[in-house]
């Protein structure tokens, strides 16, 4: 059997935090949980999507601090270009728009976010994963 991807941990400063960032910004859902005060690890994913690949967010991380020309990031699709300027307004007004909205790749609509840990989660719009 070749290897499959199951899940990606992030080891994040503040577990909640982080928790409620994916399921609003995101729509993950918690589908496993083992904290106890605030400390411990919880597994997320987007709904019907918990056997594809998940999201362990583990306590006890530091903060990430990306440079602006860093290019790591969880790619996202969403449904229109529209629903790409709702995220980044609502990223500008709370401080986290990492990048702006663009047309960084051709006929791809791209803008980044901020999570709570530092980490850039890019939301786009008609982006081919892989290029073609």
Same mark, same amino acid.
């Given at each position: #059997?070749?290897?499959? #991807?199951?899940?990606? /941990?992030?080891?994040?400063?503040?577990? &909640? &935090?982080?928790?409620?960032? %994916?399921?609003? +910004?995101?729509? #993950?859902?918690?589908?496993?949980?083992?904290?106890?005060?605030?400390?411990?690890?919880? %597994? #997320?994913?987007?709904?019907?999507?918990?056997?594809?690949?998940?999201?362990?967010?583990?306590?006890?991380?530091?903060?990430?601090?990306?440079?602006?020309?860093?290019?790591?990031?969880?790619?996202?699709?969403?449904?229109?270009?529209?629903?790409? &300027?709702?995220?980044?307004?609502?990223?500008?007004?709370?401080?986290?728009?990492?990048?702006?909205?663009?047309? %960084?790749?051709?006929?791809? +609509?791209? /803008?980044?976010?901020? &999570?709570?840990?530092?980490? /850039?989660?890019?939301?786009? %719009?008609?982006?081919?994963?892989?290029?073609?």
């Amino acid at each position: #059997m070749s290897p499959r #991807m199951t899940h990606i /941990c992030l080891h994040v400063k503040t577990l &909640d &935090d982080c928790v409620r960032f %994916y399921e609003d +910004y995101c729509d #993950m859902r918690v589908i496993h949980k083992n904290v106890d005060g605030g400390e411990g690890s919880v %597994y #997320m994913s987007e709904v019907g999507r918990q056997t594809d690949i998940v999201f362990q967010l583990k306590s006890g991380g530091d903060s990430l601090t990306l440079s602006d020309n860093e290019e790591r990031h969880f790619g996202f699709a969403v449904e229109s270009k529209h629903a790409v &300027d709702d995220i980044a307004d609502k990223a500008r007004k709370e401080n986290i728009l990492f990048f702006e909205p663009d047309e %960084y790749l051709p006929g791809a +609509y791209l /803008c980044g976010v901020k &999570d709570p840990n530092g980490n /850039c989660i890019e939301f786009g %719009y008609n982006h081919p994963v892989p290029p073609v």
